[in-house]
Structure formats: C-alpha cells, structure tokens
C-alpha cells in the first residue's frame, strides 16, 4: 500500500452519504467497508460523528470552504513569488548590461595595467 493511500482524505460528502445510507439500511457497515477499501473503524467513527450532527451540510459546505480559502491562500503566495520573479528577470538584463560595460574595457586590456613599467 502507497503512503498516500494511507493518509488520503474524503469528502465530507461523501462520509455524509455513506453514513446516510448505512443509518438507512441501504448498505451494511461490513459492505460499505469493502467497497470503499475502508477501514471498519474509520467508518465508526463517521457514524458517530453523524449521530452526535458534526457531518451535518453546513460542516460539510464549511469544510470545503476552507479548503478553498487555504488553496486560494497559496495561490495568491505563489504569484506573488513568481511576479517578484518576473520583476528581477526584468531587471536582470539592464544589470547585465551596465556589468558588461564596465568589465569589458579591462577584459579586453584597452587601459595600460598598472606597473607594467617601461612599455610605453
């Protein structure tokens, strides 16, 4: 089994409807754990959470709401990395060029070192 199958997450809508149709008798619990690849007590859990009301619609519409607000979150993070990105590209070939000026008279030796002493 993936690492990632261990720790994957479900909708609340889905826990609501599995719930609903086991409380409704449309589906055992030994059934719904099967077919889903579910774990009987995780499923318990759901089911308690259901009767006690915490995967009630609104909980369910919050959740998802909030995992918008996190996603939109790092987007929003994201452009703002990739728009100072894109300001410093901008600005990187005026950089090179103002660089390159200043190197190249002494790369291409046009000024006399400094102790060549005697060539004149």
């Known amino acids: 089994m993936s690492s990632s199958n ?10 609501i409807q599995l719930c609903q149709d086991i409380r409704s008798g449309a589906i055992a619990r030994h059934n719904a754990a099967r077919q889903h690849t579910l774990p009987s007590n995780l499923i318990q859990l759901w089911l308690s959470q259901y009767d006690r009301g915490e995967l009630d619609n609104e909980a369910a519409e919050a959740s998802v709401v909030l995992q918008c ?16 990105e894109l300001d410093l590209a901008k600005k990187a070939p005026r950089l090179r060029l103002v660089g390159g000026r200043e190197n190249s008279p002494a790369i291409a030796g046009s000024q006399p070192a400094e102790g060549d002493g005697g060539v004149a």
């Open 69 to 84: 607000e996190a996603q939109i979150a790092a987007l929003e993070r994201k452009v703002g990395q990739l728009t100072m």
């Open 6 to 15: 261990k720790s994957r997450r479900h909708a609340p809508q889905f826990k």
